[in-house]
């Protein structure tokens, strides 16, 4: 494992953000389905929600996330 870290820049961060997608996208998600989200989904000025309590704890983690 040390081998490909070196090999791919032993790239470091401190952003939570950061955190949160590489490890979605390493263990969770296919990285095609990560980008059709920030693709389809993250432009709008007013997105409706349909699941109120859904988007709130939407809100919450996006708040953690920003420190």
């Given at each position: 494992?040390?081998?490909?870290?070196?090999?791919?820049?032993?790239?470091?961060?401190?952003?939570?953000?950061?955190?949160?997608?590489?490890?979605?996208?390493?263990?969770?998600?296919?990285?095609?389905?990560?980008?059709?989200?920030?693709?389809?989904?993250?432009?709008?000025?007013?997105m409706?929600?349909?699941?109120?309590?859904?988007a709130?704890?939407?809100?919450?983690?996006a708040?953690?996330?920003?420190?």
């Amino acid at each position: 494992m040390h081998d490909l870290r070196v090999r791919s820049g032993e790239v470091m961060s401190d952003d939570p953000l950061v955190t949160f997608l590489y490890v979605l996208i390493r263990d969770h998600l296919p990285t095609g389905v990560v980008e059709e989200i920030v693709e389809n989904h993250t432009y709008h000025e007013d997105m409706k929600y349909t699941n109120g309590w859904l988007a709130e704890y939407a809100k919450d983690l996006a708040a953690r996330l920003k420190k």
